[in-house]
């Protein structure tokens, strides 16, 4: 498969000099190139990657994932489309098989067909292989990399990539539904007074919260399949579960569950908000466990994607940058517009200010008004690979992440909650450096003062 791999790569006018990223030429790529690159590797299963370069020649934004396989698998080609949706970064995956080439778009939702994933979900065309190079190459020319890089592909095919379909979109008005319908449910429950004294967003932030922290624990999975926590974890909670939303059915499995979590990790990060033990009831965590399986029964035909959401797979900046949209909201604004900081602006600034390339030195990072971290996160991460690539090293332990954490990274604001999130952002952000069982075994995020 290597050989057809390396002549659709030709016939692309694409290699390492101009921005691909292969496993033979990771100790020629940037530090960001190297570490997108061993990450989508592990998480979706891709043999390759091109970036777009900027005016310095310098790799930046993934534009094609490239994956061969060694026969056509309808089940494997579905999944690494979804897998690739939910990365939300490259708009383009390239599936080559020993006769095809089977182009999808990643900006089009993955969908259910007949209980199963479609393999047609997303899917632009299917190209049959050439047996020589010029005969390629007349196949490929619209996804040539000049015109790619020019702009005329994105120009010419600009309908067919919506941005709505994106996966920071539908996960931001899932969040949205999600967050709207759980406020009205329990702002039904209660009388006038006990709504004026009840922080009833708090709890509701709370719960989505620990919800998509527990969902990234439970899908993280090492090579072995293994996840983040051990055989039989839930079972002690709750008889027979299997999973975080065979918890739900209970709610003193659940809180019995968050208790275990906030001793396990840190009981300073996401703390249960006053009042929600009496306010939250077994109705409340029964409609949250019916967004999560994609079964409830509202009107919102987005909300049978929760069950093609990888969290293991969306990046963290991304789930933190969607959080800080909660803050702009009251309690009966649902769509007055996105106010969370784009991932874009959080490069370019960051490019600015600390690039991902260059020698470490301890340099402090202060965010006097961090909202839900996005800036620090990014911070955090630049630091961590500049510090990984300094000391010659391809992994770093649990101590060393918490170290550079702690003496490095500040953020301040008004808003307790978002101090709340932000921590919670910056803790995922040290998952990601690390194996599941690094994570359960001896992790622990630091706190924070609120």
Same mark, same amino acid.
């Given at each position: 498969m290597n050989s057809i791999l390396n002549s659709i790569f030709t016939a692309l006018h694409i290699k390492p000099e101009n921005g691909l990223a292969v496993e033979d030429s990771l100790s020629d790529m940037t530090t960001y190139q190297r570490l997108f690159f061993k990450q989508v590797q592990e998480k979706v299963g891709v043999d390759a990657v091109y970036f777009l370069r900027d005016s310095d020649g310098i790799a930046k934004i993934p534009l094609i994932y490239f994956s061969a396989m060694d026969k056509y698998d309808p089940d494997e080609v579905a999944t690494l489309h979804r897998l690739a949706w939910n990365l939300g970064e490259a708009p383009l995956l390239f599936i080559v098989t020993p006769n095809e080439l089977k182009i999808f778009n990643n900006y089009k939702t993955p969908r259910k067909k007949d209980g199963s994933l479609d393999p047609k979900a997303g899917l632009i065309e299917t190209i049959k292989l050439a047996d020589d190079l010029e005969s390629q190459r007349q196949q490929l020319v619209h996804y040539n990399r000049i015109q790619l890089e020019s702009g005329d592909f994105w120009r010419t095919s600009k309908t067919r990539f919506d941005s709505k379909a994106r996966i920071d979109a539908t996960l931001m008005n899932n969040l949205k539904i999600m967050r709207s319908t759980l406020i009205k449910q329990i702002k039904k429950r209660l009388d006038e007074e006990q709504?004026?004294?009840?922080?009833?967003?708090?709890?509701?932030?709370?719960?989505?919260?620990?919800?998509?922290?527990?969902?990234?624990?439970?899908?993280?999975?090492? &090579?072995?399949?293994?996840?983040?926590? =051990?055989?039989?974890?839930?079972?002690? #909670?709750?008889?027979? +579960?299997?999973?975080?939303?065979?918890?739900?059915?209970?709610?003193?499995a659940t809180y019995n569950l968050f208790n275990c979590l906030e001793e396990k990790f840190n009981g300073d990060m996401l703390p249960l908000v006053a009042d929600e033990l009496d306010i939250v009831c077994e109705d409340d965590l029964r409609t949250l466990r019916l967004f999560l399986l994609g079964d409830t029964e509202l009107t919102s035909r987005q909300i049978a994607l929760w069950p093609l959401y990888s969290f293991d797979v969306i990046p963290i900046q991304l789930i933190s940058s969607i959080y800080e949209l909660f803050f702009h909201l009251s309690d009966n604004e649902d769509d007055k517009g996105t106010y969370y900081t784009p991932l874009h602006l959080v490069d370019m600034l960051m490019d600015e200010v600390y690039p991902w390339e260059g020698?470490? &030195?301890?340099?402090?990072?202060?965010? =006097?008004?961090?909202?839900?971290?996005? #800036?620090?996160?990014? +911070?955090?991460?630049?630091?961590?690979?500049?510090?990984?690539?300094?000391?010659?090293?391809?992994?770093?332990?649990?101590?060393?992440?918490?170290?550079?954490?702690?003496?490095?990274?500040?953020?301040?604001?008004?808003?307790?909650?978002?101090?709340?999130?932000?921590?919670?952002?910056?803790?995922?952000?040290?998952?990601?450096?690390?194996?599941?069982?690094?994570?359960?075994?001896?992790?622990?995020?630091?706190?924070?003062?609120?």
């Open positions: 709504q004026q004294s009840v922080n009833i967003v708090a709890i509701v932030h709370g719960l989505l919260s620990r919800s998509i922290l527990i969902k990234y624990l439970e899908e993280r999975k090492d &090579s072995n399949k293994n996840s983040v926590f =051990p055989a039989g974890f839930y079972a002690q #909670f709750f008889d027979k +579960a299997e999973c975080y939303t065979d918890i739900l059915m209970s709610k003193h020698t470490f &030195s301890p340099t402090t990072f202060l965010d =006097p008004s961090c909202g839900s971290g996005i #800036f620090l996160v990014e +911070a955090y991460r630049r630091l961590v690979c500049r510090w990984m690539r300094s000391n010659n090293r391809t992994a770093i332990s649990n101590n060393e992440l918490t170290e550079l954490l702690e003496k490095c990274i500040f953020g301040v604001d008004l808003n307790g909650e978002a101090v709340r999130v932000a921590s919670f952002s910056l803790s995922l952000a040290m998952c990601d450096f690390l194996d599941p069982k690094s994570i359960w075994d001896s992790l622990s995020f630091p706190g924070c003062n609120v």
